[in-house]
């Protein structure tokens, strides 16, 4: 018991530690949601209670991030809005034709949010549907329902509005970019443990401090603040395969501060030379520069001094071709290269891939239970149920059960110890909006800072505010009856029970399964993008292109969300899950590297403006890129066990026979192709042997997949 009390003690202490930004972007969100609060109170516009939640995570680490949630916020609510009001009007006054009606809103609010390309969207018009539905159930005249209906979709975008112009307020004080910063941050710990070593001098408590932290908090906020962000798909991939590979060296530099006093004379040079690339980086990523490369060594052994050396210089390296190649990039070369300006309405596969059916059905039929039981009951008060198996409806059992446990702690803290405990202490001393205000804004910081915690933590924050805002903001009054509060944990538990009768036993998906098929997909799919383009049309080849680097994109946050889930996950094969989390985990960054070479390549196979090449390389780059893909292939294969070797590249393709380039292309350009092939064979080659160790052939017919 007081192992586990400590475990979540320092777990807390960890998730809750303030970082660079973190104040900042609490004080926005918290003035945001307190100021719909006053003018929602203020002219009793109903549904401010959700009006209030949404204005409270709405904002994002830039402008422009925040301008698109807003849009994609409102677009979805007044979709929803028009829906509702039209098919509810259509079914009125037939109780078996409202009842299928609500059926199919269910499936499609499902269906959407696994099938839209614009997940924002698909979550605000599934979460504006499901709130209005039991209005439509109440027995008041039907223009009142038309109104109230409305006033959820004005409320709503009244709340972004107002957090809109706050980002646009406070965008004058904001002097630092958060990602950049937390960046710099972990480059320059690196550095300092480093430079330690080199100089022969202890490590200062600060610096151990920070690796710990660091490297104990991971980069889950740092992709989380990527994605908010307003970079366009492009600078996205390059900005994620940048995080991983920084999360990386921060994981391996902290466990070398140990052996600060075992490193000898002849081993310091090469730990100043990497010390000197990482304070290179630095710069580069405060200028927007190509870093300066200081001979850096990608193929040196570990010191016996300095375990992992090797490791720390090779993922140095690709830090830096990753930050040459995202500053060095060039958005004219051929449009649609690298963005298409538009996202796709559907996510790839939308209609051909039966797992989008099968998650509508499942989250419709856990919803509809929920519908059906609680008009049965004559009980309106519990339609939370519905609004909980929405939030908490994910693809696997392990991430459902994750956002299962936050949002009923967030409905017990927010519910019941801080809304009940407020009727009963706070709110009968209270007599006007100025008190209620205190008292709303204590709840919001409480709130905001759990909110702007990591994936792991984050969620509960949502739910503590939302559930007080269901309590205390659904009527204009102090509430004097404890059954509200009781009504919205009870519906919360009923939504909660249904989604693990549903999900977890009707085509349910282990995390640990998933985690490993899309870690798989992804290989099979890096060895499609190697083989690009099909097309002799440049401009399709090009958008054929971009299509698959958004699919791979996608598919290495899906394995990062999946790995989460797999620690909510317990049974027989929970230690055979985490050991395979952990490879992937340690493999996600090199081929998140491998990926950008990749789309490097492919500006030479199309032989884009700038990358051309002669015909004779050309000829043998298909013949190696074809090679380099069947590594991938068989890497795959081996991890499902369905291949007991791995192919290497034959000798004469490998990238030291790369032929001469006699004819035509610049010696730099000469230069960036060799050495761009080369890093493409060490990554290849280094992520195909540890494939081939951490999966020998003696134990790939008992390592399938589970069903």
């Known amino acids: 018991m007081g192992g586990s009390l400590t475990w979540l003690w320092e777990f807390l202490r960890q998730e809750l530690t303030p970082y660079r930004g973190r104040t900042s972007l609490v004080i926005r969100m918290v003035t945001a949601s307190t100021l719909t609060m006053i003018v929602g109170v203020t002219f009793q516009i109903p549904y401010t209670a959700f009006a209030a939640i949404f204005a409270l995570s709405l904002s994002r680490e830039s402008i422009e991030g925040t301008r698109k949630a807003a849009y994609a916020l409102v677009v979805g609510s007044a979709l929803a809005g028009v829906y509702v009001v039209v098919g509810a009007i259509l079914v009125l006054g037939n109780p078996m034709l409202r009842l299928l009606w609500v059926g199919a809103t269910l499936f499609l609010a499902f269906y959407g949010l696994s099938a839209l390309g614009n997940y924002t969207v698909a979550a605000r018009f599934a979460y504006v549907t499901v709130i209005t539905i039991p209005l439509w159930d109440s027995h008041i005249p039907t223009e009142s329902k038309v109104a109230s209906t409305l006033w959820a979709v004005g409320a709503i975008s009244l709340g972004s509005l107002i957090t809109l112009l706050t980002e646009v307020a406070f965008a004058g004080f904001r002097r630092t970019d958060q990602w950049n910063a937390a960046i710099l941050e972990r480059l320059g710990s690196v550095e300092d443990l480093l430079t330690c070593f080199a100089n022969s001098d202890p490590v200062p408590e600060a610096t151990r401090s920070a690796m710990v932290r660091l490297a104990t908090v991971g980069i889950s906020r740092l992709r989380e603040v990527l994605q908010r962000s307003g970079y366009n798909a492009q600078r996205k991939q390059e900005m994620g395969t940048l995080v991983a590979l920084v999360g990386r060296l921060v994981d391996i530099a902290a466990n070398l501060a140990q052996f600060s006093n075992r490193v000898t004379d002849d081993d310091r040079s090469r730990i100043r030379t990497v010390a000197g690339n990482i304070a290179e980086m630095r710069l580069a990523v405060m200028s927007g520069t190509v870093p300066r490369s200081i001979g850096l ?46 996202a796709a309405p559907l996510v790839p596969g939308a209609l051909s891939d039966p797992e989008h059916v099968k998650f509508a059905l499942r989250g419709c039929l856990a919803a509809g239970l929920c519908y059906i039981i609680y008009n049965a009951l004559f009980w309106p008060g519990i339609s939370t149920a519905i609004t909980t198996c929405l939030l908490t409806a994910l693809t696997t059992i392990g991430a459902s059960h994750q956002k299962q446990f936050l949002r009923f702690a967030g409905a017990i803290l927010g519910g019941l110890v801080i809304g009940i405990g407020s009727q009963v202490f706070i709110l009968p001393n209270i007599d006007s909006i100025g008190g209620f205000t205190v008292l709303f804004i204590a709840v919001a910081v409480l709130s905001a800072w759990i909110a702007t915690s990591s994936p792991r933590l984050s969620y509960l924050g949502a739910q503590i505010v939302a559930a007080f805002c269901l309590i205390n903001l659904q009527e204009f009054k102090f509430q004097t009856s404890l ?135 050309r000829i043998w780059q298909r013949q190696y890129d074809d090679h380099s893909a069947d590594i991938l292939s068989d890497m795959a294969d081996r991890i499902e066990g369905k291949a007991l070797e791995i192919r290497p590249i034959p000798p004469g393709f490998a990238a030291s026979a790369l032929p001469h380039l006699t004819d035509g292309g610049s010696i730099e350009q000469v230069s960036s192709f060799r050495a761009l092939i080369g890093g493409i064979e060490r990554l290849t080659s280094d992520v195909a042997e540890q494939v081939a160790r951490d999966y020998p052939a003696s134990e790939q017919r008992s390592d399938v997949f589970r069903k």
Not at 334 to 342: A, E, I, N, S
Not at 498 to 503: H, N, P
């Open 297 to 342: 060594s990608v193929e040196g052994e570990a010191l016996p001094g300095v375990p992992l050396l090797g490791e720390i210089e090779r993922t140095v390296s690709l830090i830096r071709a990753v930050l040459s190649g995202a500053q060095s990039a060039t958005n004219d070369a051929l449009p649609g290269f690298y963005d298409r300006g538009q």
């Open 483 to 617: 059954a509200v509060a009781r009504d919205r944990v009870v519906g919360i538990l009923l939504g909660l029970f249904m989604m693990w009768l549903v999900f977890d036993f009707l085509w349910s998906a282990p995390a640990g399964v998933a985690m490993k098929r899309a870690f798989v997909s992804g290989l099979r799919l890096l060895a499609q993008l190697a083989r690009e383009p099909m097309s002799q049309d440049i401009r399709v080849a090009s958008e054929r292109s971009y299509a698959l680097r958004e699919t791979i994109h996608t598919q290495f946050d899906t394995v990062r969300s999946l790995a989460d889930g797999v620690l909510f996950e317990f049974g027989p094969s929970r230690q055979q899950d985490l050991a395979l989390r952990n490879r992937i985990r340690q493999w996600q960054p090199q081929l998140r590297a491998l990926f950008l070479m990749r789309i490097a390549s492919l500006k030479y196979r199309l032989q884009l403006p700038g990358f051309e090449l002669p015909e004779s390389v």
